[in-house]
């Protein structure tokens, strides 16, 4: 039997329980901040157990008191994913508490363990996947209805000990606001990843289904332990491939282990497939033979994946083919494959992200165009899938004004995990501001506090089919995401789809108690460094609310990139800097987009001298000479935030290094050297823009900032280095 790597590390942790355990210092129990002279030994920390490090319990009290709940482990006869809680369970208690902890079934009448007890209608009113924990008759017991609550229990419980927080009064119930909580790989059949840079992809298609990689079981760990219940296991620009025999099997075997942890197994599908594998003439929604195709094929899927969760679907879009290429709407296209559905419990997820090659037109506009339309025209098994942005995972972006303005369909969000757009693996984002700004973003559609959230957990329009999804992070690097604070989007993306009413903030220190370090002066300065991050980025990449969404690797800068094979796909389309000023005038006298939001919303950006400074560009073409409300000029303000936001990179270095003393080395050293390349990459932006609009203003650098060393042509050949083949 193959042994999972995380079961491989568990002994030499306990090792590591022993070394710190004999630690005289007690610093981290203390809180008192370790000393330089004393760095904590490797534990041979390589990233790779994410946030389920289960470091021992430090605080002796503490851990008495946990074990006074360790005499077993009480799992009633279950099934699987309640077998995958009890092991998970006795992994943990082993190495949090250093006790080896017995799961048995016959606990009647027995106290002093923790017990799982699966709770009927009458007991409670908790939705199916809620939790409780409470102590209770000398044990302590997680409750729900479902094996998969009890699972979320135990992993809650886990987190609980794993922050050494007290067993006294333990009382901790919780349930999820979205029902579909799924990541989106983006993962081609020949294992590269689209926008992927933490490697190749976890799925090692050409293996399966005979060799099963452990690491799936290590994969489903982690998003069970966040409460993530689907995973869309091949990219949205999809290969027909997956819906041949040979890779449903290969798929099955996957779903096989996601099961195990309460994990939903979903494909992206090819539209044309019906065409391209099936032989068929048309792949026409309307027809007869396409519609029975599909049927078969779902049925296929369900003979090898009982639990299959449903299709992803980009259509239509950025040249995948559709139910348009027919004559028919989007529409016909989704509700097709609903009705192939509707024998089973799977969905369609019908994604919104279009936009079309009109010279005039502002893309902005597309997805609401053509979707607002359709509403009340999909079928109830399909939500639409909805970017948190009107354009493409800006590093800020204003809300999509689709949210509200489909009252008549399920809306899902979709958030990009992996940083496409924000520095890939060298640069230091702390993504969680991003989720929570869209979120709250009110949309007042039934007045105020209409939020995005409320439209996306289906409170405001009453929705049970309810969907948040991100775009995974995740690769095959040894720590999952290329860069190691990037693990912490992935938790903050899981933990928001849990509950979107938890705050950046909470998030970033649950994760870094979780993963780096207790010390809590060593966690202030990286919740710090966190919580900036984001800023810190859009200030030196696209402050004042510009954008860069053109064509090509969406890494190095290029605002002066104007050829392409469309104007959407050029960088001058989305800044339009000319001698006069900057930015994409949104208002009645340009594009008019804003007239898709809300009164209430185009009152925030409508008038440039009210317009918040993080959304200005995005709604106003502003001269260079323009006085902004921090009494800078617009061309003043822009250098400003290009320079402070590259000098603030040495700052993220001084927080980091400030925690060194209470960090494993390995990650110490791998995130000090990110952060050298992203202050480089940084000074190379900055320079860049402040070059390349200096062509247009003509105005030097103001006092104060040392003007670029190098020349614009000069940076231009660097990045022509850069994307070179
Ligand atoms: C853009 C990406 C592209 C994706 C597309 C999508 O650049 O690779 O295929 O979005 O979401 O952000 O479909």
Redesign the pocket.
Known sequence: MTKSPFLMLFSCLLIGFKLLAADPSGAEASGAEASDAEPLASDGNDGYRLWLNYEPVRNASVKSEYLKYAAFIGRPASGEIMQSASQELQLGLGKLLGKSVNITNSFAGKSGGIVFKIETSADTAQPVEGYRIQLSGGNMIISSKSEQGILYGTFALLRHMQMQLPVKGLNLASSPRVRYRMLNH?DNPDGTI??GYAGQSLWKWYELPERVDPRYADYARANASLGINGTVLN???ASARFMSQEYIVKVAAVANVMRKYGIKTYLSVYFAAPKTLGGLKTSDPLDPQVRAWWKEKVAQIYKEIPDFGGFLV?AN??G?PGPQDYGRIHADGANMLAEAFKPYDGIVIW?A?VYKADPNADRFKAAHEEFVPLDGKFDPKVIVQV?NGPI??QPREPFSPLFGNMPKTPLGI?F?ITQ??LGFATHAVYEAPIFEECLDSDTYVNGAGSTVAKIVDGSLHGYERTLIAG?ANTGNSRNWTGHPLAQANWYAFGRLSWDHQLTSEQIAREWIALTLTQNPKASGHITALMLRSREIYVDYNTPLGLSR?WMGV?FAPEPWQNKGSRPDWTAVYYHRADSIGLGFDRTASGSNALAQYRPEVQKQWNNPDQTPLPYLLWFHHVRWDKKLSTGRTLWEELCTRFYTGADSVVWMQQQWDLAKPSLDPQIYTDVAERLKVQRREAIWWRDAWVLYLQTFTKQPVPAGFEPPKQTLEEVKKSVNVYLMR
Do not use: I, L
């Open positions: 983006w689209e926008r990219n949205v620009n980009k879009s950025e995948e994604r992200f970017k493409d995972f979709e990009q496409e757009y775009v969404p969406h």
